[in-house]
C-alpha cells in the first residue's frame, strides 16, 4: 500500500467506509484504523459505548469537517483538536502527512491517547486559557462539542486564545447549538431529555436565545465541578472549579460578539447530525495584541508556562544534566525526557526525579532514541566527551553523536534548541576536549536549527565527579594536597545552579540565534579554590607546592595504570594556559545576581541530600 493510500489520506469516501463499516465486517482490517478507546471513556465523552456507534460519529463528524473546508483536511499543516476527548475526530487523522494536536481537560483521555494513537501530540489542558501551544502553531483548530458547553466568559477567554494559537490565513472550526438544535430541542423529547436540565433552566435558555443573548444552564455531569450555589463538588474527574453546561448561540451574536477576533467566513447549519452547527473563522491580524507583535517581529516567543513544555535534555545523567533536571523540575516543567548512555546516572535521574521520563541511549547510533523528540517544544544539548587518553571518544561522542542528534531535532521540527558548547572553543588550548568541542558548535551553528548557543567556563557544585567534586574527595584521604607549581593560575568558576539558571531563561525566552559567554563573576586562583574546597569541607589536610615537571611527570605515571585518569597531563596543560575569558553581565542578561564563589562551594558540599551524591565517570 503507497503513501498516499495510508489512513486518511485514502479518497475521503475510502476511508470513511472503512471505518464505518468496513472493518467492522472484516476484523483483519483492525490494523487499517485507529484502536477504540474503552466503554468508559467512549461513555464520558458521547453517551455512546458501542465500538460501532462511536466510529459512526467520528467519520460524520470528519465528513462534515471536509464539507465545511475549503481545502482536503489532510492539505493543513498542523492541526489542533481542541477539547480532542478520547479521540472521537483523532481516531480519524491516522496517516495524516502533517502534524497532527489535541488537548483536554480530562486527563485520562489524554493518557488513553498518548498510548494508542502516536500521531497526536496529545497534551493536558485546563479550564481556563493558556492552552499548551504556542503562538501561531496552527493552520486548522477544530472544536467539536466544547463551545456547546461553556459560559459566555469561558467562551470569549477560549476564543482569545484558539486566535493565539491559530496562524494568520489559518482556518477555525467550531461547532455551537445554534437554531436548528434549540428547535429539535423544543420538539423532540428524546433531545429534550438529553440536556439534562431542568423546565425552568431550559425555558431561560429558550428566551435569552430568542433575545440574541448567549444563553448558558448549568450541568451537574461529570466535568461539573461547582454547585448552583458556587460550592466546590467533591469527586469529579477534574479538580478546577469549572462550569460546564449547555450553551446555544444565535448568528447574529456570532457575527456580533466573535467578530473582535475572528472573520466569520461561513456558519453551516445542523452540519453534524443536523443538530450543531459548524461555524468557520479565519483569524483577524487586529486582534493580535501589541506584545505580541513585538515579539513576532523579533522572532521570539512570548514566554509559555514551564507546566505545558515537554523538553527533551541529552547528556541529561552528568553534571550539568542533574542540576538543570532538578532545576527544571522545581520550576515546574510538564514533561521532561532525560536521555544519556549512562545506566547507573540514568536511574540516579530518575531516583531523584521520579516523574522525568529517562531514556538510556547511545546517541553516536541511531535508535528509538530518535522519537522522544517528536512533539518536544524545546532540546538542550547536554551530551560531551571532557576527559580521555585518546581522540576516538572525543570524536564519537562530541561530533558524530551531535551529527545524529541534530538530524533527529530537524526531522522532529523542534522549535528551539540550547545548545550548551563551552569557553574552550575560545581558548589558546589545543587538546581533543576544545577540538572537538569547536566542531560540535560549528556543526550546530551550520545546521540552521533554531536555537542559542551557551558557553560556561570551569563549573562546579552538585553531582561533580571531576573537578571541584574529586578534588574534595581526594582531599579528605591523602596526607597532604600536592598543586602544581605556584598554584597561581587564574581560574572563573560558574556554579551550576547559576548556569542551569541561564539555559531555563533561554527555554522561556527563545533568544534565537544568540551566543552567551558565561563566566563565574569571581577571578580567583586554583591554590585559593583549593583553600576554599578546604574550608567548606572542614578538613586540616596541608597544601603542598609541588614543581610543574614534577606533577606532571606523576599524572603521565598515573594515566598508565588508570583507565579513568581524573586529572590528566592535557588537563594541566589547559589549567597553565593563561586564559582569561569575558562574558555577559549574567545580572542584566538572565536576570539573576551570580552565587558568589564561597557561598557555591558551601552549597555544594553542605547540602543534606545532594551533597552525598557523585555521578559516576562516563569517560
Not at 517581529?297 to 513544555?309: I, L, S, T, V
Not at 597531563?569 to 558568589?596: C, E, H, N, R, Y
Request: proline share 6%; charged share 25%; net charge neutral.
Amino acid at each position: 500500500m503507497g503513501d498516499d493510500q495510508v489512513g486518511c489520506r485514502r479518497p475521503l469516501e475510502e476511508w470513511l467506509s472503512l471505518n464505518r463499516v468496513e472493518v467492522f465486517q472484516d476484523p483483519s482490517l483492525r490494523d487499517q484504523v485507529s484502536p477504540f478507546p474503552p466503554a468508559e471513556l467512549m461513555s464520558s465523552v458521547s453517551g455512546l459505548t458501542r465500538e460501532e456507534d462511536f466510529a459512526a460519529h467520528g467519520t460524520d463528524i470528519y465528513r462534515a469537517l471536509s464539507l465545511a473546508s475549503d481545502v482536503a483536511i489532510t492539505e493543513y499543516k498542523s492541526i489542533l483538536d481542541f477539547g480532542c476527548g478520547c479521540g472521537r475526530l483523532a481516531r480519524m487523522f491516522k496517516g495524516h502527512p502533517h502534524k497532527t494536536s489535541g488537548c483536554d481537560i480530562d486527563a485520562r483521555h489524554i493518557k488513553w491517547i498518548k498510548d494508542a494513537l502516536p500521531y497526536m501530540n496529545a497534551k493536558v489542558s485546563r479550564v481556563t486559557p493558556p492552552i499548551p501551544f504556542p503562538d501561531n502553531e496552527f493552520d486548522a483548530v477544530i472544536s467539536i462539542s466544547i463551545f456547546t458547553h461553556l459560559t459566555e466568559k469561558s467562551q470569549d477567554a477560549f476564543l482569545s486564545e484558539l486566535h493565539r494559537v491559530c496562524r494568520p490565513g489559518g482556518r477555525l472550526f467550531l461547532t455551537v447549538h445554534g437554531a436548528r438544535a434549540l428547535e429539535r430541542a423544543v420538539n423532540e423529547p428524546a433531545i429534550r431529555t438529553m440536556l439534562a436540565i431542568d423546565d425552568d433552566q431550559f425555558e431561560r435558555v429558550r428566551k435569552d436565545f430568542i433575545s440574541d443573548r448567549h444563553a448558558f444552564a448549568l450541568q451537574f455531569g461529570h466535568l461539573t465541578t461547582v454547585s448552583a450555589t458556587g460550592a466546590v463538588l467533591p469527586g469529579k474527574e477534574i479538580s478546577e472549579a469549572f462550569e460546564y453546561g449547555i450553551s446555544f448561540t444565535t448568528e447574529s451574536y456570532i457575527r456580533a460578539h466573535w467578530s473582535k477576533w475572528f472573520e466569520v467566513l461561513s456558519i453551516r447549519h445542523g452540519a453534524i447530525h443536523d443538530f450543531q452547527d459548524i461555524v468557520v473563522l479565519a483569524p483577524r491580524k487586529s486582534a493580535l495584541s501589541g506584545a505580541a507583535l513585538v515579539a513576532l517581529e523579533d522572532n521570539h516567543f512570548p514566554r509559555r508556562q514551564n507546566e505545558f513544555m515537554k523538553v527533551v535534555v541529552t547528556g541529561a545523567a552528568g553534571l550539568v544534566g542533574q542540576n538543570l533536571v532538578l532545576l527544571m523540575r522545581e520550576s515546574g516543567f510538564g514533561e521532561i525526557v532525560a536521555i544519556d548512555k549512562q545506566s547507573r546516572n540514568l536511574e540516579l535521574v530518575g531516583e531523584l526525579n521520579p516523574s522525568v521520563r529517562t531514556v538510556e541511549a547511545d546517541l553516536a547510533v541511531p535508535g528509538n532514541w530518535q522519537r522522544e523528540f517528536s512533539f518536544a517544544d524545546a532540546a538542550v544539548i547536554l551530551h560531551a566527551q571532557i576527559t580521555g587518553k585518546t581522540s576516538e571518544p572525543f570524536m564519537r561522542n562530541n561530533v558524530e553523536a551531535s551529527k545524529q542528534v541534530y538530524e533527529a531535532i530537524r526531522k522532529a521540527g523542534v522549535p528551539f534548541t540550547v545548545q550548551v558548547s563551552s569557553s574552550v572553543v575560545n581558548s589558546v588550548a589545543n587538546d581533543d576536549y576544545t577540538n572537538t568541542k569547536k566542531i560540535q558548535e560549528r556543526l550546530f551553528l551550520e545546521s540552521g536549527l533554531p536555537g542559542c548557543v551557551l558557553r560556561p567556563t570551569l563549573m562546579y557544585g552538585w553531582f561533580d565527579p571531576k573537578h571541584f567534586g574529586w578534588l574534595a574527595r581526594f582531599m579528605e584521604r591523602v596526607p597532604v594536597f600536592p598543586i602544581p607549581g605556584s598554584g597561581q593560575y587564574m581560574r572563573q568558576p560558574l556554579y551550576n545552579r547559576d548556569f542551569c539558571r541561564a539555559i531555563l531563561w533561554c527555554l522561556e525566552h527563545r533568544p534565537t540565534g544568540k551566543i552567551y559567554d558565561l563566566v563565574g563573576n569571581e577571578r580567583i586562583d586554583y591554590i585559593d579554590i583549593i583553600r576554599e574546597i578546604k574550608r567548606a569541607k572542614g578538613l586540616k589536610t596541608p597544601i603542598v607546592r609541588l614543581p610543574y615537571w614534577l606533577f606532571d611527570t606523576l599524572l603521565r605515571a598515573y594515566a598508565l595504570v588508570s583507565d579513568k585518569p581524573p586529572f590528566t597531563s592535557s588537563q594541566l596543560k589547559a589549567l597553565t594556559a593563561g586564559d582569561d575569558f569575558s562574558g555577559v553581565d549574567i545580572a542584566a542578561t538572565f536576570g539573576f545576581a551570580p552565587t558568589p564563589v564561597r557561598q557555591g562551594l558551601e552549597e555544594t558540599f553542605q547540602h543534606p541530600v545532594y551533597s552525598k551524591y557523585a555521578v559516576e565517570r562516563a569517560d
